[in-house]
């Protein structure tokens, strides 16, 4: 087959684009046997749409056969790989393993995976870089627990390939004036937030110099390190940022950062816009209620912009335009102002948004601060009081900030709930799982065992049970993985709640067996 693919397809375009009724459809000549099935295709279909899509995918396969004949040109080298300072992966059934959960395991499982690795002090073996590569190229929430492992020879492969870029930087062992000018975002990251910790200014005047140069998506990345012991020494770079800084995103996280600090001015200027809306009522109203009520302002500010906040409500937005208002408003305080000048703990406050008029506006603004600034009575108190379906979050958003200890009792009381025929709570609760525990961290072993005893009863759902158990395996127990590689596998025709686990099990027994082997990786591997 010679001659240029693209010819060939243009061909076939106009009547796929108009269809054949309207246009009368002919296939390609060509010489040799390729002509030969595309004209036997169009003299042998009982409908010309039926002759046109068969050809497609006769040239399709031509086409993707030609190209791997193709040579590539090597490219260029320039540079040797630095020494490694880290030992690869030496086992054989591990490596295999390894190679099939880059192409096939679920991506919470992967991410584990790569984090055992790097905590076992060890780096991906050279033949599964590539793999490994082209598995972050497709996946960036794979990038963080990849770039940990790549070793030198993967930073220099990436080097090699425009595709690979995400993986570039400099050695590990580089002095810090050179991986800060050099290294990827992640190093510097890294790099900036160790520093933070240790000397929060020097790491402040070091970002500060830097930012005039970096493209908007890295000065948003560097600039969140701030909340990285925050303190009102950071107001004048959050200031300028949040009013100056060409990137929208980043202006949007300097503002945020500036509401967390309680004496920032913009801050202070965020609770003279709200303290007019906030009333409180009268002592004998008091009595027989709620002793505050708030109203959104009539009409937005004319310095409101100075300080990110939109008059115009967005056309996506549902909420109304007065709502709006208060909700950008409001999402400019600290939660500790709301405690401190209602004298309502987090619940109270969740409670009274609820009987008003405008819960969905606070309920949002106070779920956009706690993501930011985590804290568990609120967590707790959004849990127990959920303003509602409106809200257009779920639990798992806000289970994902409590530590993990304090997750656990909602889930268990949700699965004590669940009985044979009415297993939604179990779907509810591995869904949160899910979305709360990030990859490397799991529930206690006897959630575990708890949850394993409710996943049956999804029977009626068997698909359900075979696609969740993928993700549920990840966040199970350690010591609950033997007992699921040893359940016998599933009996032909049996209709039972163990058989239905059973076949789960055995539909991802590789993942489970993958995450078992890694479990107690250890460098003398």
């Not at 409180?280 to 990110?308: C, F, Q, R, Y």
């Not at 209602?342 to 948004?353: D, F, N, R, V, Y």
Request: glycine fraction near 6%; charge should be neutral; charged fraction near 20%.
């Amino acid at each position: 087959m010679s001659g240029s693919s693209t010819t060939y397809w243009q061909g076939l375009l106009p009547a796929a684009m108009v269809g054949t009724e309207k246009m009368v459809f002919a296939a390609p000549r060509l010489a040799g046997a390729v002509g030969e099935l595309l004209q036997q295709i169009e003299q042998q279909s009982d409908s010309p749409a039926r002759a046109l899509l068969q050809s497609a995918g006769v040239l399709a396969v031509c086409e993707r056969a030609s190209r791997q004949g193709q040579a590539r040109a090597a490219p260029a080298v320039t540079d040797t790989a630095a020494p490694e300072s880290e030992p690869a992966l030496a086992s054989d059934s591990l490596r295999i393993t390894l190679r099939w959960a880059l192409a096939e395991a679920p991506p919470r499982l992967q991410i584990e995976m790569l984090q055992r690795l790097k905590a076992a002090g060890l780096r991906l073996p050279a033949s599964l870089l590539p793999m490994a590569l082209e598995a972050g190229q497709r996946s960036v929430a794979l990038r963080p627990a990849l770039l940990a492992v790549l070793g030198e020879r993967g930073r220099w492969l990436a080097r090699q390939n425009t595709a690979w870029r995400y993986g570039t930087g400099t050695a590990a062992l580089a002095p810090l004036e050179t991986r800060w000018s050099e290294g990827s975002l992640a190093q510097r990251v890294d790099l900036l937030r160790e520093e933070r910790q240790k000397d929060a200014d020097s790491a402040r005047e070091r970002l500060k110099t830097a930012l005039p140069d970096l493209p908007a998506k890295e000065r948003s990345e560097l600039v969140a390190v701030l909340a990285e012991g925050l303190s009102m020494q950071d107001e004048d770079l959050l200031a300028g940022l949040s009013s100056k800084d060409r990137g929208g995103e980043v202006r949007q996280i300097a503002r945020a950062l500036l509401a967390q600090l309680p004496e920032s001015a913009q801050t202070q200027r965020a609770i003279a816009r709200l303290l007019p809306c906030l009333e409180k009522k009268s002592a004998l109203a008091g009595l027989l209620g709620t002793k505050w009520k708030i109203e959104p302002p009539e009409a937005a500010g004319e310095d409101w912009k100075a300080d990110g906040l939109e008059a115009e409500r967005p056309k996506y937005e549902s909420m109304g335009e007065r709502a709006w208002w208060l909700y950008q408003l409001a999402r400019q305080l600290p939660l500790a102002w709301w405690t401190a000048h209602t004298g309502m703990e987090p619940a109270s406050l969740l409670q009274w948004a609820r009987k008003g008029d405008w819960t969905d506006a606070l309920a949002r603004a106070w779920l956009n601060v706690l993501r930011i600034s985590p804290n568990t009575a609120w967590c707790k108190a959004f849990l127990d009081h959920w303003p509602g379906k409106s809200l257009g979050e779920s639990r798992a958003t806000v289970l994902a900030l409590l530590p993990a200890a304090e997750r656990e009792p909602y889930w268990t009381q949700m699965l004590e709930q669940v009985k044979a025929g009415k297993a939604n709570n179990v779907q509810e609760v591995t869904g949160q799982m899910a979305q709360a525990c990030q990859p490397g961290e799991h529930v206690s072993e006897a959630l575990s065992l708890l949850l394993l005893e409710k996943l049956p009863l999804c029977l009626t759902q068997p698909y359900y049970l075979r696609a969740v158990l993928a993700e549920v395996c990840c966040v199970l127990h350690p010591a609950t993985l033997p007992g699921l590689l040893a359940l016998p596998p599933p009996e032909d025709g049996k209709d039972t709640l163990a058989n239905a686990l059973a076949e789960a099990v055995q539909n991802n027994l590789q993942a489970i067996a993958a995450r078992h082997a890694f479990l107690n990786l250890t460098s003398s591997v």
